[in-house]
């Protein structure tokens, strides 16, 4: 007798359902490892802006990433009261936003550290989306240490927001400063999967780490924020920077900016809202506490 081994089974229920399974793991072969170079804009060229500092912060098991330092007008020739940890954009430079931060903190005594991820500006290795989040809490860490007991803010726009939400979910902060955030995976599937069936959003969308998950990580955070959103954002359309705000369980403000695209720059009125909410992120967390008051009187008897 002779046996023919089949290497299908007979159904062709099952055989539809085994062709589907391979091509859906051929797929997330084929276009997972892509997300990085799908979604990470990085640029590498040598950058210093005056009035910034530059060092390494270590990090485990990887090579260390760097940070820009920058003070605000208030903190000049005085220790500050408060530090910002700035997260930066997909396609943007802690050189550029350690300033421009600094700058938006204006008469508020704050020190700001911003961050390079790995394979941005001069911080080496691939920029890999896996290598954000161990980055971001190694730069954390690194400015507690600096800090004490001194309250610690975390501020980011677009992507930058990602890495913010994962540290405030497991660290404490003072408050929050959310620009046009989005909900990464979930944006992928929903905004790009209908033209190609979430044959390719699907791979991509599993390939965003948890620790960047935003709606997982924005109901675990309570410290108040201000939360920025633009309202004619083609890059982040506002329904999902929306989501993610409504996750949120810390008190909130918001500035709207209805007429804003991604990167447009902050202009009044909303300028004069965005600093109303940053006087109000600095009354819940600086004024109101006893050791940013003893800072404070030791500066003013220097």
Same mark, same amino acid.
């Given at each position: 007798?002779?046996?023919?081994?089949?290497?299908?089974?007979?159904?062709?229920?099952?055989?539809?359902?085994?062709?589907?399974?391979?091509?859906?793991y051929t797929l997330l072969m084929t276009f997972g490892g892509c997300a990085d170079r799908l979604i990470l804009y990085p640029s590498t060229g040598p950058l210093r802006l005056a009035g910034t500092d530059r060092f390494e912060v270590p990090v485990a098991g990887a090579r260390p990433v760097e940070v820009w330092v920058a003070r605000s007008e208030g903190a000049s020739g005085r220790e500050p009261e408060a530090f910002a940890l700035e997260f930066i954009g997909n396609a943007s430079r802690a050189e550029y936003m350690a300033a !421009?931060? +600094?700058?938006?903190?204006?008469? $508020?005594? #704050?020190?700001v550290w911003s961050v390079n991820y790995p394979g941005y500006?001069? *911080?080496?290795?691939?920029?890999?989306?896996?290598?954000?989040?161990?980055?971001?809490?190694?730069?954390?860490?690194?400015?507690k240490s600096r800090a004490g007991t001194r309250p610690i803010f975390l501020t980011g726009q677009?992507?930058?927001?990602?890495?913010?939400?994962?540290?405030?979910?497991?660290?404490p902060v003072a408050g929050m400063v959310l620009a046009s955030p989005p909900p990464l995976r979930?944006?992928?599937?929903?905004?790009?999967?209908?033209?190609?069936?979430?044959l390719l959003a699907g791979p991509v969308a599993m390939n965003v780490p948890a620790p960047l998950d935003s709606l997982r990580n924005a109901p675990k955070v309570t410290a108040p924020a201000v939360?920025?959103?633009?309202?004619?954002?083609?890059?982040?359309?506002?329904?999902?920077?929306?989501?993610? !705000?409504? +996750?949120?369980?810390?008190?909130? $403000?918001? #500035?709207?900016?209805?007429?804003?695209?991604h990167?447009?720059?902050?202009? *009044?009125?909303?300028?004069?809202?965005?600093?109303?909410?940053?006087?109000?992120?600095?009354?819940?967390?600086?004024?109101?506490?006893?050791?940013?008051?003893?800072?404070?009187?030791g500066s003013s008897e220097e």
């Open positions: 007798m002779i046996f023919v081994v089949r290497l299908f089974p007979r159904s062709r229920k099952r055989r539809a359902t085994i062709v589907v399974v391979l091509l859906g !421009a931060a +600094a700058a938006e903190w204006g008469g $508020r005594p #704050v020190e500006g001069g *911080s080496p290795g691939p920029a890999r989306l896996a290598s954000i989040a161990p980055a971001a809490l190694a730069a954390y860490d690194a400015l677009s992507l930058g927001t990602t890495a913010a939400l994962h540290v405030a979910a497991n660290r979930d944006m992928i599937l929903k905004r790009f999967g209908w033209w190609n069936l979430w939360f920025v959103l633009t309202g004619k954002d083609t890059v982040v359309p506002l329904k999902y920077q929306s989501k993610v !705000a409504d +996750a949120y369980r810390g008190p909130t $403000r918001y #500035v709207r900016r209805a007429d804003a695209e990167n447009d720059l902050l202009e *009044s009125p909303a300028a004069t809202e965005y600093q109303a909410a940053l006087d109000w992120l600095w009354d819940q967390a600086v004024r109101l506490s006893p050791t940013t008051a003893r800072v404070a009187a």
